[in-house]
């Protein structure tokens, strides 16, 4: 039995993943920064893509935990948190493969930026990696959240470390001490928006989040239920509203209010236009059914801010239409990039 304690626990949870988790192993196996374990939680698969991982993998530090149902990516990460040995939580999914010194770039961050609590890695799309698939996330006073540079041409853009609001948890490094203290992820919200919903807890109690482009990482993304699904519709639109109830602080609420009820409003219509107005409603139904719980969470969450809701508005976006012309911006991009 290993009785090392790790720096890092690399926590990896999985579901029906046989197709990327192994591209993911190989890449923990070639990294230059060598102190870490790799904790998999197995989420209820009903493939084969965990079967004996333990043998085929002996030169990684390796525990499974394999659960009979799918709990949900946040109550899975949670779960592995509290099984991980390190002082600090990589969050990597299982189908994102990291450059050999990811880890070792992630380290030398927090080693130069002890400011910082939490830590972003620079995203490329695995399938077209001249293009970013983030370069951590950026929060709109509206609720709405996105993947900086999504779709941006990797040359061009993430090219400097800066502070950001959140990382995206597909590759995301945590003070697991921090990530404890707010709870880790809302349980309640399964899956989508609960990495953004974490950062936002953390930055109310003061904890603040780096960019740190050296990190690269290849993700594939929404490997399990398809980034365009009813489910990942469903999910995101319901634990968005949840995230603005419960975090948004009584001194940005009612600037930030008009923001949230024409951002929930735009949806609904865009949908509905598209046909899947059913999904949306049945997300906002599901949130207002539930939204006692969430001022129950609302009122512990906001008891124990240490940062104003001024210093919090700074690292927010601001622009009305701005969350509404990501798309257009991006095709912008990459026309004037074909362009050239």
């Not at 077209?128 to 950026?138: C, N, R, T």
């Amino acid at each position: 039995m290993n009785t090392h304690t790790p720096l890092i626990s690399i926590v990896i949870v999985t579901w029906n993943n046989t197709a990327h988790l192994s591209f993911c192993l190989i890449s923990l196996t070639e990294q230059t920064f060598r102190d870490f374990e790799v904790v998999i939680v197995d989420n209820g698969s009903t493939d084969s893509s965990t079967s004996d991982l333990e043998k085929r993998w002996p030169g990684l530090d390796l525990h499974v935990e394999r659960l009979n149902e799918n709990l949900g990516f946040a109550a899975a990460n949670n779960l592995a948190a509290h099984l991980a040995r390190g002082k600090w939580l990589a969050l990597l999914n299982a189908d994102a493969f990291p450059a050999p010194d990811w880890l070792e770039k992630m380290f030398q961050a927090v080693e130069r930026h002890p400011e910082f609590t939490f830590f972003a890695s620079r995203q490329l799309q695995a399938n077209a990696p001249h293009l970013l698939d983030g370069a951590g996330d950026a929060f709109h006073i509206s609720g709405l959240a996105w993947r900086r540079y999504l779709g941006f041409p990797v040359h061009q853009f993430g090219l400097e470390s800066e502070e950001v609001f959140s990382p995206c948890a597909a590759a995301a490094l945590y003070s697991r001490q921090a990530f404890i203290q707010v709870g880790g992820f809302d349980e309640d919200f399964f899956s989508y928006h609960e990495d953004v919903d974490l950062g936002f807890r953390l930055r109310l109690q003061g904890f603040r989040c780096l960019y740190v482009p050296e990190a690269i990482v290849r993700h594939v993304g929404s490997a399990s239920v398809g980034a365009q699904s009813d489910f990942a519709l469903y999910h995101w639109q319901r634990n968005f509203t949840w995230s603005f109830v419960q975090n948004m602080p009584s001194g940005l609420l009612w600037e930030a209010l008009p923001a949230f009820l024409m951002a929930n409003f735009i949806y609904m219509v865009g949908y509905t236009m598209r046909g899947r107005g059913k999904v949306v409603l049945k997300a906002k139904k599901d949130a207002l059914r539930r939204l006692p719980l969430a001022l129950r969470k609302r009122k512990e969450i906001q008891k124990t801010r240490k940062i104003s809701a001024i210093e919090l508005s700074r690292i927010m976006e601001h622009g009305l239409l701005q969350p509404y012309l990501l798309g257009y911006r991006t095709r912008k991009v990459q026309k004037s990039l074909l362009a050239e």
